[in-house]
């Protein structure tokens, strides 16, 4: 008897985990994930043509783990990817006498002249995540006049599908991580705010250019009211 009542008692605190799990989830399906730029370009693992420091095998697989878990939660999951054609204003190699990583003025905005990277239909410009748990990729960066960081518009100004798609879902909340802090996903989030959305950005989860301008990223992007988490802290996040 004592056994059949334990049984019937866990059966009902069981299913009462389960119905708060799944209210929980659809909750969540108002907030999506945007994994920026986790392309082979970009990494040590890679050995890409413009890696950023601490990509190794560990780092990517940490994010596949991250955005796996946050699929299986019920989030939807977003990437964006770098897409350059050959003659790219942003390649150092297309602009006669100029060394990587210099800064030019291009029609008075600013350009970092980068190593060739991210080239349309190359091995390294694949997304290193499995692409099957993306409900999208919006590439970005298409147009060989203007550089795009964020994968919301170009610097011309000219808007990629992102917003749209995100409403089209009815996201409200975005987690943003990928590569590179400095860069991408700083532009990503801070654009993503300015469209209104309230974003998270998970620290351990992106990787940065260079130390001082990936501090002063996250610097500005707690500015513009963007929450940093030093992790993924899905608690902090649900309950915001
Ligand atoms: C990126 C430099 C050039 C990035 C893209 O993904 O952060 N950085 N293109
Ligand atoms: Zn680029």
Redesign the pocket.
């Known amino acids: 008897m004592k056994h059949i009542i334990f049984f019937i008692i866990s059966m009902i605190l069981g299913g009462i985990l389960l119905v708060s799990h799944a209210t929980m989830a659809i909750a969540a399906g108002k907030i999506g994930v945007i994994v ?2 986790v392309q082979g370009d ?1 990494t040590t693992w890679k050995k890409g043509s ?1 890696a950023v420091n601490g990509t190794d095998k560990a780092f990517v697989e940490k994010v596949q783990k991250a955005t796996e878990t946050l699929n299986r939660e019920g989030y939807l999951i977003f990437g964006t990817q ?1 897409w350059h054609p050959a003659d790219h204003i ?1 390649f150092y190699t297309n602009h006669p006498g100029k060394k990587a990583f210099e800064v030019i003025k291009i029609e008075g905005r600013t350009q ?1 002249l ?1 190593p060739p ?2 080239i349309q239909g190359t091995e390294n410009a694949k997304v290193l995540v499995d692409n099957n748990l993306f409900l999208a990729v919006v590439q970005k ?1 298409r147009d060989t006049r203007y ?1 795009s ?1 964020s994968g919301f518009m170009d610097d011309g100004g000219a808007k990629t599908e992102m917003d749209q798609i995100l409403k089209r879902n009815g996201i409200q909340k975005l987690i943003v991580y990928g ?2 802090t400095d ?3 700083k532009a990503t989030a801070i654009d993503a705010a300015d469209a209104g959305y309230k974003v998270f950005v998970v620290e351990d989860l992106c990787k940065g ?1 260079a130390p001082d301008t990936s501090a002063k990223a996250l610097k500005e992007m707690k500015k513009k009211g963007i929450t940093t988490l030093k992790e993924l802290d899905l608690q902090k996040i649900r309950c915001f």
Do not use: N, P, Q
């Open positions: 920026v730029d970009f413009l770098d942003s970092v980068w990277h991210c960066g550089d960081y590569i590179a860069y991408c996903v250019v």
